[in-house]
């Protein structure tokens, strides 16, 4: 590649490139953007089956190839691009497959994913943190933001007997950054859920 059209093009070469990337991180979340931007036709935060289909005819198209997808294409290239298993692309899943391949650095750790037996405790306590999540998130976007969240945490202070809790901005600055698992400042309910269970664990309770 050309690096003098790719700098005229209004990209900017990495000054350090750690695995082969060309971009800056920053770029990278552009480029997810405008790919969001071009296939969510719905505007609701997701890339459907029937928007990850025109995904690969149109980059076909643009090797100059015809190419219509079978429901079996589809279906492998959303297992590629859905990297928490939540059955659904996000926005986040977008920048993170365009950073894995286009930036000097590595994208973040997928989430750990909630063990599949848990203790009846365990159990309980993430049916409740469901519950108060889908309540907060009204957009059902499957994320909060640092607006949603002092609801939540009202929420879940009232689940313990305290319905007098005003968060402040630090308390809801402090606790994204230590539930946010990816560093994109949006909570995703898994992330709300591991929270959920450090806590537990934290507390000697057995989640098994």
Excluded at 12 to 24: A, H, K, L, N, T
Aim: aromatic share 8%.
């Amino acid at each position: 590649m050309d690096s003098t059209k790719l700098r005229n093009s209004g990209y900017q070469i990495s000054d350090r490139v750690q695995f082969g990337g060309v971009f800056e991180p920053e770029k990278c979340k552009q480029i997810a953007k405008q790919v969001m931007d071009l296939y969510d036709s719905n505007k609701d935060g997701f890339i459907e089956q029937n928007e990850i289909a025109m995904m690969l005819s149109d980059a076909y198209r643009a090797m100059n190839k015809g190419f219509n997808p079978t429901s079996q294409d589809v279906s492998n290239c959303q297992s590629i691009l859905d990297r928490k298993s939540t059955g659904r692309v996000h926005s986040e899943d977008i920048e993170q497959l365009v950073q894995k391949y286009f930036s000097g650095q590595p994208p973040a750790q997928p989430v750990k994913r909630v063990p599949e037996k848990l203790s009846r405790i365990a159990q309980e306590r993430l049916e409740v943190a469901r519950r108060i999540f889908k309540v907060v998130d009204k957009d059902g976007s499957g994320f909060l933001t640092e607006e949603e969240v002092p609801e939540l945490l009202k929420e879940t202070y009232k689940h313990m007997g305290m319905n007098d809790y005003q968060p402040t901005k630090e308390d809801v600055v402090i606790w994204i950054q230590m539930t946010d698992s990816d560093g994109d400042g949006k909570v995703t309910l898994e992330d709300y859920e591991q929270l959920v269970l450090d806590s537990l664990r934290k507390q000697g309770i057995s989640l098994e």
